[in-house]
């Protein structure tokens, strides 16, 4: 199915559309949009880096945690292991950004 971006908003549209179903902004020409794309974007992708980050985030702080426990192997693994996937999460999200 084709699809257009809103130039208002960036929502996805129907080529069908007369206006944007987020924003009401209308569609310059019926099936002609305003802004044309080559590929749909989905933010879904990005939301996944993000909640790599928040993970990679999470795990670091479980790590500290473990540290104040005495419990340095545990402390280690799960900084490293958190380090790693906020890094992943931020090369991610660079490398699938549509900008």
């Given at each position: 199915?084709?699809?257009?971006?809103?130039?208002?908003?960036?929502a996805?549209?129907?080529?069908?559309?007369?206006?944007?179903?987020?924003?009401?902004?209308?569609?310059?020409?019926?099936?002609?949009?305003?802004?044309?794309t080559?590929?749909?974007?989905?933010?879904?992708?990005?939301?996944?880096?993000?909640?790599?980050?928040?993970?990679?985030?999470?795990?670091?702080c479980?790590?500290?945690v473990?540290?104040?426990?005495?419990?340095?192997?545990?402390?280690?693994?799960?900084?490293?292991?958190?380090?790693g996937?906020?890094?992943?999460?931020?090369?991610?999200?660079?490398?699938?950004?549509?900008?």
């Open positions: 199915m084709s699809r257009i971006i809103c130039s208002e908003c960036r996805a549209l129907s080529v069908h559309a007369e206006a944007c179903h987020e924003c009401g902004y209308p569609v310059m020409a019926r099936g002609q949009p305003a802004l044309p080559d590929k749909e974007t989905d933010p879904a992708p990005l939301k996944e880096y993000k909640l790599m980050q928040l993970a990679g985030i999470g795990l670091s479980a790590g500290f473990a540290v104040l426990a005495d419990s340095l192997v545990i402390a280690g693994v799960s900084v490293a292991i958190g380090v996937t906020y890094m992943t999460g931020l090369l991610g999200a660079w490398w699938n950004s549509a900008e």
